[in-house]
């Protein structure tokens, strides 16, 4: 199994309720009912106040590579990384578990 971890900080300037920001929260919430690779999906807001905690989070799984792959190239999700790129920067982890 491969576990896919992606972590997003807002801009400087950009907040949660701003309408870009809003639809892409909606587009990747809808994701795990889409994507018949993902094992498991989690998404959520960051709860934490410390300074060095990220906004936004995505923890799923995927049987292999292969699956994370159709994952990454399904057009559902290059739409919602398109609106993401707009006000967000990201970091990512993959690893087998």
């Known amino acids: 199994m491969i576990r896919h971890l992606v ?3 807002l801009n400087d ?8 920001v809003v639809a892409g929260a909606a587009a990747f919430e809808e994701l795990g009912g889409l994507i018949p690779e993902l094992r498991s999906w989690e998404c959520g807001w960051n709860l934490s106040d410390r300074p060095i905690a990220y906004d936004f989070a995505i923890n799923s799984s995927f049987e292999d590579t292969a699956a994370l792959q159709r994952y990454i190239d ?4 290059q739409a919602g990384v398109a609106l993401w790129r707009e006000f967000a920067t990201w970091v990512i982890a993959d690893y087998e578990f």
């Open 7 to 9: 972590l997003f900080r």
């Open 13 to 20: 300037g950009v907040e949660r309720d701003d309408p870009r």
């Open 74 to 77: 399904h057009p559902a999700h």
